[in-house]
């Protein structure tokens, strides 16, 4: 029985889409049929599979097993939990592969797939290549087994392995994702005072939306932090492998932001190393770690995009502004929220200032947040081309990495197509408000010379 895809669930780095409308159960069992084809072909025999606290994860990971199995795949159940714990029980268990059910930091009413194989993400064209199969049935019979295997007390003693940080006093914000139930063990464990919030796994997100990347989503620890007079403050995203993170002063630290804290020690140790980070991230952060004896380098937007560049150039540590932090360094090299927050304690307590000390330091300068407006999917990727091919009539300096990245005297400006959205993704960073409205009026005049205008998407 062929089955068809409603083209908007295959996405760039995972399949996701809204149950009952876009995403359904028998969607789940075809992409387990059409996964296991694919994995069998490479010769995989066992697989994991976890999921989030989704009030329809149990649903779709019960049919996404069937899949599997019905395809001859055996399947290592690993249970509620974040992501990192499913991505750690495929670096540890005796596993070929794993599939994560999440919506990540979608809405309540979202659910998906993160895909992994044979030692790396499943994503773009292979994601595309799923569907094709699932459309001509290309699958496989079998009849794999299904076992659970418990990689909670590993997990737990693997992110607290060599902890050498100072005792601080902590607010946590789980935002009711999947995360909660590690990171109360976790407390319990970690040196110091912690004060936890919405650690109950809860599905419908009743406080807040899951996304610790836009600022009204930390108001409550900002709040927290403030009433009990903490050192600073750390929350995750619906699947925990995103951090958002604030100082004692309740300011932001963003996520280039974090990375400038977490690359001094390990390119104390590991001098030379090279540190990546996203075409979204501050001119600061590339700057800085050339000045901590790093090599910068600017890649694509995208978790599976940035692990492939790890694996390449042997980076030890990677980041995104959308707060995934990659490390290789004394781990597994996947993006974990919570040994994110590990980490951040410990490259706190070496550099021997409060995080907030760390913060001032930091060169001030105005940026814009991410600005998303919403494009024709037929237009996106022509429209930035459109840019590019002006810019470089008009000789400016420009980053092609991942969209446009322009620098002028004032700062730099970036516009690129979302990989995962019909949307165009703007951001810019100036010296102050002046250069910045000028860098935000050349990426206007570029967008109205494409027929096209910054109109903010509701995000």
Sequence with gaps: MSHLFHPSILREYDVRGIVGDTLSEADARALGRSYAALAISEGAKRIAVGRDGRLHSPDLEAALI????????????????????????????????????????????????KMLLNGRSVFGEEIKALGRRA???????????????????????????????KAYRIGWDNG??????????????????????????????????????????????????AEKKLDFGIAFDGDADRIGAVDGKGRVIWGDQL???????????????????????????????????????????GHSLIKSKMKETGSPLAGEMSGHIFFKHEWYGFDDALYAAIRLIRAVSVSGKSLTELKSEMPTS???????????????????????????????????????????????????????????????EAKDEAGLKRLTDAIDSQLAASGTERTESAH
Excluded at 261 to 285: C, F, H, M, R, Y
């Design 366 to 428: 105005v940026a814009t947040p991410e600005l998303r407006f919403p494009i024709d999917d037929t237009r996106k990727f022509a429209v930035v081309e459109e840019v590019a091919a002006r810019l470089a009539t008009d000789g400016a300096t420009v980053d092609t990495t991942d969209g446009v990245r322009v620098n002028t005297d004032d700062g730099w400006w970036l516009l690129r197509a979302s990989n995962t959205q019909d949307v165009l993704v703007a951001r810019a």
């Design 259 to 301: 990375l400038i804290v977490l690359a001094a020690p390990v390119l104390k140790e590991l001098p030379g190393a090279t540190i990546i980070a996203d075409v979204k991230a501050s001119q600061t952060l590339f700057d800085r770690i050339e000045e901590m004896g790093g090599t910068p380098l600017m890649w694509k937007t």
């Design 135 to 165: 459309e001509v049935a290309d699958w496989c019979e079998g009849a794999g087994n299904v076992s659970e295997a418990d990689v909670v007390p590993a997990y737990l003693d693997a992110l607290l392995e060599g902890f050498d940080g």
């Design 176 to 225: 009711n994702g999947a995360g909660g139930e590690i990171l109360e063990q976790l407390l319990k464990r970690l040196p110091g005072e912690h004060h936890a919030i919405y650690t109950e796994v809860d599905g419908t997100f009743p406080n807040h939306h899951p996304d610790p990347t836009v600022e009204a989503n930390l108001a409550d620890l900002k709040a927290l932090v």
């Design 66 to 113: 069937d899949g599997l199995t019905q395809s001859g795949l055996d399947v290592v159940q690993v249970g509620m939990g974040p992501s990192p714990m499913l991505y750690f029980a495929v670096a540890t268990l005796a596993v070929d592969g794993g599939i994560q059910v999440t919506g990540s930091h979608n809405p309540a009413d979202y659910n998906g797939f």
